[in-house]
C-alpha cells in the first residue's frame, strides 16, 4: 500500500506513490530525490490499457503524467524502469496531440520516426532510459503507467469552517 504524501494530512491509497511539497519541510521527506515541483508521482503496480490507467488515476484523484518541461522529463526517468503511459493522446483528433489537463503538446519528447500511427496508434506511452523518449501505441496496449497529482498550496486552501 502507497500513500498520497500532502501538506495536509496522510490518505492511504492503494498503489506506491511518491509525493512531495515545497511546503513540507525536507526533515519529513522520506526519499526527498523523488520530490519535483510540488506535484505527487505513482507508478502502478498492475498493468493496464490507457483507459484503465487514466480511470485509475482518476479514481484516485489524480490523471495520467503530463510532462510540462526538460526538467520534467528529466525527473520522470528517475522514477520509471519501464515502458509505461502518459497522459498524452490524440484520440479526439488523428495528429493533434493534447495532454489530459487539455494542453497541447509543444515539448517533443518523440523518438526517432515518432509518432508514427502504426495500425491505430493514439496513446503516448515513454521508453524508460537515458532519454525517455516517446512512442505512440495502441490505446489498448497493457503497460503500467504514472499518475500526476499537483499538491496544494496550503495557504490558499479554505478551510471548510470560513464563510
Not at 502507497?2 to 511539497?21: A, E, P, Q
Not at 520522470?76 to 483528433?93: A, F, P
Not at 495532454?99 to 521508453?127: F, I, K, R
Not at 497493457?142 to 496544494?152: A, D, F, N, Q
Request: proline share 3%; charged share 25%; aromatic share 10%.
Amino acid at each position: 500500500m502507497g500513500r498520497w504524501y500532502s501538506t495536509n494530512s496522510d490518505v492511504s491509497l492503494h498503489f506506491d506513490s511518491v509525493c512531495y511539497s515545497n511546503y513540507i519541510s525536507k526533515s519529513n521527506l522520506l526519499n526527498p530525490q523523488m520530490h519535483f515541483n510540488c506535484s505527487c508521482y505513482v507508478r502502478s503496480q498492475s498493468s493496464g490499457s490507457w483507459d484503465a490507467a487514466r480511470k485509475d488515476c482518476r479514481d484516485r484523484g489524480a490523471d495520467l503524467v503530463v510532462i510540462g518541461s526538460p526538467e520534467e522529463q528529466t525527473f520522470l526517468s528517475t522514477i520509471s524502469t519501464r515502458r509505461v503511459w502518459l497522459g498524452l493522446t490524440d484520440e479526439k483528433q488523428e495528429g493533434t496531440w493534447k495532454w489530459v489537463d487539455g494542453t497541447p503538446l509543444t515539448l517533443s519528447y518523440w523518438g526517432s520516426t515518432q509518432p508514427d500511427n502504426g495500425g491505430e496508434e493514439d496513446c503516448a506511452h515513454v521508453y524508460s532510459g537515458e532519454d525517455m523518449s516517446m512512442n505512440d501505441l495502441s490505446c489498448s496496449t497493457s503497460l503500467k503507467w504514472i499518475c500526476e497529482k499537483k499538491s496544494v498550496n496550503p495557504t490558499k486552501q479554505k478551510s471548510k469552517f470560513q464563510t
